[in-house]
């Protein structure tokens, strides 16, 4: 008889989605000007994010693995992952000791300077990260004061150690 594990917390929610695309300016445009998010950074031809309000992102477009790349086949996914913002870096700490604890890998860690992740797969091979957000007047900014994300090794350890 196995013993039900403790509900995760109600603040745990989706927190943006990161689609693969195969033309990047085609698509900024349908999530710019058609549905009107706004462009909160952008990689040259491989890479942008946006959102509703000046959060960070909502929505992330990249052609890393699809530049030029047709459609999902029929029965495809098309999702690079899916994202879920926990409430605290306590309960980040708290969702990798129950992944441990299951024995689910992870395929990276990262710290983005307005976040620290997890990222992982389900078992239907879809992408998964789970993160929490640090407070946005601790995010990095750039010298012109634009949001200057990035990506840096997560400190598995001193998350643990909350």
């Not at 031809?45 to 790349?69: C, K, M």
């Not at 098309?78 to 992870?106: C, K, Q, W």
């Not at 990262?110 to 992408?127: C, F, K, T």
Request: aromatic share 10%; proline share 7%.
């Amino acid at each position: 008889m196995s013993r039900e594990e403790p509900s995760i917390p109600p603040g745990v929610d989706v927190g943006h989605v990161h689609l693969k695309v195969a033309q990047l300016d085609r698509a900024v445009a349908f999530y710019r000007d058609v549905l009107g998010f706004q462009i909160m950074q952008r990689f040259g031809s491989q890479a942008a994010f946006l959102s509703a309000g000046g959060y960070h992102h909502h929505i992330g477009l990249n052609t890393w693995e699809s530049l030029d790349g047709p459609p999902p086949q029929r029965g495809a996914t098309g999702l690079y992952h899916v994202a879920f913002r926990y409430p605290t870096r306590a309960s980040l700490a708290d969702a990798l000791r129950r992944l441990r604890r299951h024995g689910i890998p992870l395929d990276g860690a990262a710290d983005h300077g307005v976040s620290e992740a997890l990222y992982l797969h389900d078992p239907d091979e879809n992408g998964v990260e789970l993160y929490w957000d640090r407070p946005r007047e601790e995010w990095p900014k750039g010298m012109d004061g634009t949001l200057a994300m990035y990506t840096r090794p997560l400190d598995l350890e001193a998350l643990l150690s909350l």
